[in-house]
């Protein structure tokens, strides 16, 4: 498991305020902990395996995802990583719920908590049964819209 905080940045959704509090606080973090911090738009050129596996490779190389999107959020969470994450959408609110992490969520608007998030995220209980879970979910579901499509 790597050591490390990974910003995943969506300027977009929270906003230059919200952005610039959470590079500061990722900063701040990193370097009191002595973590490289990494960062991540999560953009890979059509095609490039080779662009998927560095960025895939920043979330391995880290043990904390801070992440304003959520593909970062996703990706963070499937890889066993702390994911703490700023909200300006609710597909990141409600996928976070969805696998037990709301409280690791703070609104874009409302950002006082996201200095002791990201202080406990590595404490933050492993979520790889729920994927699994979900994981097995929705191949039963694939398989059987395969077996439909072939009746």
Not at 93 to 99: A, G, L, P, W, Y
């Amino acid at each position: 498991a790597g050591h490390g905080l990974l910003h995943v940045d969506n300027y977009t959704t929270v906003g230059e305020r919200a952005y610039e509090f959470m590079d500061a606080r990722a900063r701040e973090l990193a370097a009191r902990t002595n973590r490289p911090l990494r960062r991540t738009n999560n953009l890979i050129e059509s095609g490039s395996e080779s662009g998927l596996q560095l960025c895939l490779d920043q979330y391995r190389n880290s043990d904390i995802v801070l992440s304003s999107g959520l593909h970062g959020c996703i990706i963070g969470v499937a890889m066993g990583k702390g994911v703490v994450a700023v909200s300006g959408d609710r597909k990141i609110d409600s996928f976070m719920q969805s696998v037990g992490l709301e409280e690791w969520v703070c609104p874009n608007d409302d950002l006082d908590g996201l200095q002791a998030r990201l202080e406990r995220a590595t404490d933050q209980p492993s979520r790889l049964a729920v994927v699994r879970a979900i994981r097995q979910v929705n191949e039963e579901i694939g398989a059987a819209v395969q077996k439909r499509q072939r009746e």
